[in-house]
């Protein structure tokens, strides 16, 4: 048998595939387009579920031969999808078939595979990434452009999805239209008699047409940046196909335009084209299916009754009977205990330390990932190593199942927990150099597993802290176990596995930050003078070390823009 990932791309026209053969480096597989085959999508406001089953009938009888056996399908399709990637939420009126899950679980029945849905400009944003666009601390807005306008958003590292779902940027009215009107690449094809798109911007005899289409979407990326301040706008899609086609400098004549007429706050709007164009969006789903079948495949579901944090610490409490003093001391009580508890595993969090400040030290990155109160515990532990210790910050980063736009300061509703990290580790761009920590206190959560399970397949070195202990895991190479035992609130895990969770970060990332130099003494040497607390902090730290006096050690401050760390250096040559 011959083992295929299968990649669709649904669009409003079209079902765009791939049939990709197995193999293990899948991340650097790079897209053919002359091996993609289509087929009409059947799609439209006249057209049911039906129809549509019987287009992907017609395109998976070309991709699946007899003697093929499919591994996984990754599907990019247009409309809002769920955060688990299982069904399709909302769409618009032509392909509201979409919706219903009846296509869905024709796909599962008939492969018995995992099937992944993206949006198509997170699929895009997916390729993105891996194809070496999403780099560096800054915030990046990827515009596939077709018959409508796709976008996604890429911050820091990590997908940037407000109130839980992408920006919905095209569906901004103005007088003149929405901006999935304004930017349509479509519309513009149809001012040609053969509706191509490629002459458009090759004939001269169009240039009116093409420079008021122009205007509109510099327009909208004005627009953009004062909603998510982007500072980088990848443009792909059929547009980004034409206008290579064309040999037609899109990003060189809005940038232009971008120049004559700045954003308010002078800030350069760096515009480049997807060479890839139209593949982005295949690649990033294929990734995720990839991805999502090995981490699946390791995943680990422990008994609900077997989960001690589910067991009330003492059955016999009648902790609503209890006078305040009595409880805040039965707190302090067991709060005690789980920080002793982690006596145990001193070894392991010594191990792992060191291994984090040989990778760091190596170029690699830290990243934790958690869901509910672990994923905010590690946010706070991300901010701290960066304004204590001035390490970069792009190279440390936590995700939290949900998305850290809302979930850092809400809770999940919508099961975040049990969906999959992998789509958010191939943005995060996980490479072998890289440490990443995963927190389930439980053990249970997926997304947590996955994010595990996709970093050990890249050869990043993967830990996971749970309370239970156990000798190992598949999903990742390291254990911590918390040892914290039942809750005084049965399942609340906010309050012993919390505090010793808390604990357990900041042990390994101060244990890797004194590694890796960052403290002189008892001292901190690369605090960020940011606020007049830290500066004094900064000039008690130069008078213990050097003798300076508050006013050299101001006005070496000052002559180092306020870097201590540069002060320290400057006095030990």
């Not at 990827?142 to 018959?147: K, V």
Request: net charge negative; hydrophobic share 40%; proline share 3%.
């Amino acid at each position: 048998m011959k083992r295929i990932y299968l990649t669709l791309d649904i669009g409003g026209s079209w079902i765009k595939g791939l049939a990709v053969p197995y193999m293990k480096c899948i991340k650097e597989y790079k897209i053919d387009p002359k091996e993609i085959k289509r087929v009409k999508s059947r799609l439209g406001t006249d057209k049911t579920v039906d129809d549509f089953i019987e287009a992907l009938q017609e395109l998976m009888d070309i991709l699946v031969c007899p003697d093929c056996e499919v591994c996984a399908i990754g599907i990019s399709t247009a409309g809002i999808v769920d955060y688990a990637g299982t069904r399709v939420l909302f769409s618009a009126d032509h392909l509201a078939p979409l919706k219903s899950n009846k296509w869905i679980e024709w796909l599962k029945d008939k492969y018995q595979v995992p099937v992944v849905l993206s949006n198509d400009a997170d699929a895009a944003a997916v390729g993105a990434s891996v194809a070496g666009y999403l780099e560096g601390y800054r915030t990046v807005g990827i515009m596939p452009i077709g018959t409508g306008l796709g976008f996604s958003l890429w911050r820091n590292g990590r997908r940037w999805t407000p109130s839980y779902s992408q920006p919905l940027l095209g569906s901004i009215e103005t007088p003149d239209g929405s901006y999935d009107q304004l930017a349509s690449a479509s519309l513009l094809a149809s001012v040609h008699p053969d509706n191509n798109l490629v002459a458009v911007f090759k004939e001269a005899a169009y240039k009116e047409k093409t420079d008021e289409y122009l205007e509109r979407l510099v327009q909208i990326i004005r627009t953009t940046y004062y909603l998510f301040r982007t500072d980088l706008i990848l443009i792909g899609g059929g547009l980004a196909h034409a206008v290579q086609a064309a040999g037609y400098p899109l990003a060189e004549q809005i940038t232009t335009r971008l120049q004559a007429s700045p954003v308010l706050t002078g800030d350069i709007i760096e515009v480049r084209l997807v060479q890839e164009a139209n593949e982005l969006p295949l690649l990033g789903a294929l990734l995720i299916a990839v991805g999502e079948q090995y981490a699946q495949s390791l995943r680990c579901i422990p008994e609900y009754k077997n989960l001690v944090t589910e067991e009330p610490y003492d059955p016999s409490l009648q902790l609503h009977k209890m006078d305040t003093a009595d409880l805040a001391s039965l707190l302090w009580k067991t709060e005690q205990e789980a920080g002793t508890a982690l006596s145990e595993s001193l070894s392991d969090i010594a191990e792992v330390a060191d291994v984090i400040a040989e990778r760091l030290n190596n170029g690699g990155r830290l990243i934790y990932v958690g869901a509910g109160t672990s994923g905010r515990l590690a946010a706070v532990d991300t901010v701290e190593i960066a304004c204590t210790f001035g390490f970069p910050r792009e190279r440390v980063l936590t995700l939290i199942a949900g998305g850290v736009a809302d979930a850092a300061i809400d809770i999940e509703t919508n099961f975040e927990e049990d969906a999959s990290c992998v789509p958010e580790m191939i943005l995060a761009n996980v490479s072998e150099k890289d440490v990443v920590i995963g927190i389930s206190v439980s053990g249970s959560a997926y997304f947590v597993q996955s994010a595990l399970a996709y970093a050990k397949t890249i050869g990043a070195y993967t830990v996971f802290i749970q309370e239970k202990e156990v000798v190992s895991v598949p999903f990742s190479d390291k254990v911590i176990a918390l040892h914290t035992g039942n809750e005084v609130i049965a399942g609340s895990t906010r309050m012993k596995a919390g505090t010793a969770t808390k604990k357990v970060l900041n042990f390994i990332s101060t244990i890797a930050m004194i590694r890796l130099g960052k403290v002189y003494g008892s001292y901190m040497t690369e605090v960020e003078c940011i606020n007049n607390k830290l500066i004094k902090r900064a000039k008690k730290i130069l008078h213990i070390l050097f003798h300076m006096s508050e006013e050299e050690a101001m006005r070496q401050l000052e002559i180092h823009n306020y870097r201590l760390n540069d002060v320290i250096k400057s006095r030990s040559v």
